[in-house]
């Protein structure tokens, strides 16, 4: 399983050099790699529908509990052949459809990316593992919506979509790590068996709470929804593949994933219903008004989800195996939805659905497969839809008593509005009369038309025989969801039952729906004047809220004035050094181990304080080296008093080498200006003052602490019987650590070649400027 | 004398402090090289400072037979010295250049090109 994921990711590195093999009419061969993991994939359906599955382990950072843990059971499987399968259709609908584009190698390279991430996301079996990936579909799709960087719209709407995935990703991430502690394991297998100590921790509501966050930005779930319509700026193929089987569906597999781990109690099913529900009602209605194409798709999309995130916080029997069986339809007729939408917009040249009828006359196949995908989304009676909505309601009939009416209700509007807008996508544009402007309008190349028509028929085979479908993989997805063993048939015809009548009144007056409304920009425009409040305003707001507040904060911080820089930094420094002194609690000093003070050192250092000042004071620039230089004198006579000949000498000689370069190189500079105002000086000299006091503090602190001399010991010892030399300080320079010294003298010698380059330097006048 | 060297840290500390706080750049120079002296004293003072017995071995012994100045602070003030002098030479030489180039000690002067870029 391991290479599956691999082979998408090596692919996408190969594209960067042989990437141009893309543009040739080779190019479609590209799409033969999903053709082969699905054909790998669905050797397993077999094994899998018997109640078996497959676990695959690596090692890869065996001590952060991260490895490559890998399980395909049902769950999986359903994911993987959507994600390889409907990846396929769309490899090859996107070659045909990016033609001639000039960066079509960078747009495989993204998408197979995409599709291993997805395939990695939905095959682990390690929670961190599954969050490095799902943080890969959340980067390599902000990539592939933003693939027209050459219009702001586009790179805005990738940047929220990346914002709001990547900030579930965070809470996600926290939530793994707080189940991760808790349950002392990563894997999610084992974390099934831990299901009462972490559903019985105090902070488990938390931990859903965080997870559920991740699964619902990701999925595009109220209040988060936004992004997806948005996202609707990506190329057609990619909206096709992101929006019906694979990104937002992420949540949905995570919820499914996590539900027998988190899952039957009434805080999931509570929150995820009312979300969930009001996601459906919500974004159904607005499908209503939207007069692009994508528009509709999108939010119905949205819809869909909603109703899967409903069924799966329902979390009964009847529900899970409503929700497997409807993300196999839902991904089936909105993919071909989606690239039927593709088609018209590559030919027709605009997705505005007031403009566009009548096209079945020249695009016959697509209407096809339109039609056939637009009665599937509908529920008709022998299409696969009609199964997946009889079990949906099925699922909210058998709810608790107290409920079932509600969630029935719910359930039947949004599907009533879900039918106009399948309608409204798959019928609309081809019927009526066709308009001038569409006559020239030719059926495009074969690899563009197949796949949506594939599709749409897969839906009604499925819709006719879903005995098949439900024992080989809806079946084992609801088990692996409910985390048991059960045989789930799927049958056409159940007989005359309150089911069947929901189902007719959906069909008929979600057809009367859309017979009655017409799409108009005047409606789309009423609809927008409720936006102001919406949570995508709140969300902008934010943002730009975010955006000042960093401009405000950078042009305070980064003012370009380094005392300004200075003063932040050592003021910081002041309070972490008083915090730290102020744990040590109080100072004390002991008087019994001072060394006494002589006449000449109480000279020295009033000399030394004295050159302090007049360093300080001076307005010329002569005196202030001079003093500067007095001062390295004193701590010279300092060395000599306290038993350090070598350090006197040094510092002997670099003092009067400073000076010497000081006076000959700064000689002609004119005295210094007194530039600051009084307060600026007052208030440096306090922080300097404080500095200096905390020094000192640090410096009594220290000066009573225990010190080793086991080391100092050790060259002393060692000197003349290693190194054969008597003065220590020096052999340990040039001896003991030798290599030191030698790159010293390295630094040394870089910085003799930048004086020497400075001073040689002579710039043309020119370059004066 | 502990103590009265403990008052010189933090008064070097404190004149570095106020002097790279200044927009001269000779006066930022002068107060690095102040604060690098106090800190040399620091480390030296961290030693157990003993008078008149520095860490050279007696030339009729082979090994020490009193107390001895710490050798280690002493080294690495060495190479502190040592390196510091590299670093203010080189910044002198520098300051000379931008004196020449633009006629000026001003660090503020230094940075409004970079504000017009802005």
Redesign the interface.
Known sequence: MLFTVLSGLITSSLIVPFGRFLKTKWGFILAFLPVLLFLYFTKFVVPIGQGSYFVQSTAWVPSLGINLDFKLDGLSLLFALLITGIGACIFFYANAYLKGQKYIDRFFGYLCLFMSAMLGLVLSDNMLLLFIFWELTSISSFFLIGFNNDQEDSRKSAMTALSITGLGGFFLLAGFVLMGNIAGTYNISELVDKVSLIQQHPLFPLIFGLVALGAITKSAQFPFHFWLPGAMKAPTPVSAYLHSATMVKAGIYLLARFSPILGGNPIWMYSLMIIGGITMLYAAFHSLFRTDLKGVLAYSTISALGILIFLLGLGSKEAVIAASVFILVHALYKAALFLITGIIDHETGTRDLTVLQGLRKVLMPVAIAGFLAALSSAGVPLTFGFIGKDLIYEATLHAAPSLFLYLTIAAVATNILLVSAGFMAGIKPFIGRLPEQFDHIHLPYKSLWIPPLLLAILGVIFGCFPGFVGDWISGPTANSILAQQEVFHLKIWHGFNLILLLSAITILVGTLVFISNTPSHKKLVWIATFEKISPANIFNACAHEIELFSAFFTAKMHN????SY??KI?LFAELLIGYQLYLGGPLH?KWDT????SFY??TT?CI??GA?VL??RTSS?LT??VA?SV??YA?CL??V???????AM??FT?DT??VV??VL??F???S??N??NRRTIIR??V???I???L??MV??R??HEP?T?D??DF???Y???LAKG????NV??VDF?GF??MF?IV??S???L??YS??K?R?KSSD?E | MELILVLLIGILYAAGIYLILRRSMVKLLLGIMLLGNGTNILIFLLGNIIKGKPPIIDPDLKVFTDIYADPIPQALILTAIVISFGLTSFAIVLLKRVYALLGTDDLDDLNTPEEEDI
């Open positions: 370009g004035y380094l005392r200075l003063l050592i000093i001072l060394s006494p003070v050192e109480v250092v030394l304080i302090i360093t300080i620039r202030a080296v500067t001062v390295g701590i300092i060395f008093f306290y038993s350090a000949p070598d350090l040094t510092q670099i080498l400073t370069l000081f190189v700064l002609k500079l004119p210094f200006l530039l600051a440096d000299a922080v300097a003052i500095f200096g006091m020094l000192s410096a009594l220290v000066l010190t001399t080391i100092s060259y002393g010892d000197a003349y019987v008597k003065n220590v300080v340990l320079l650590r030191d010294t010293e630094v040394l870089i910085a003799a930048g004086v400075l001073l330097l710039l004066k």
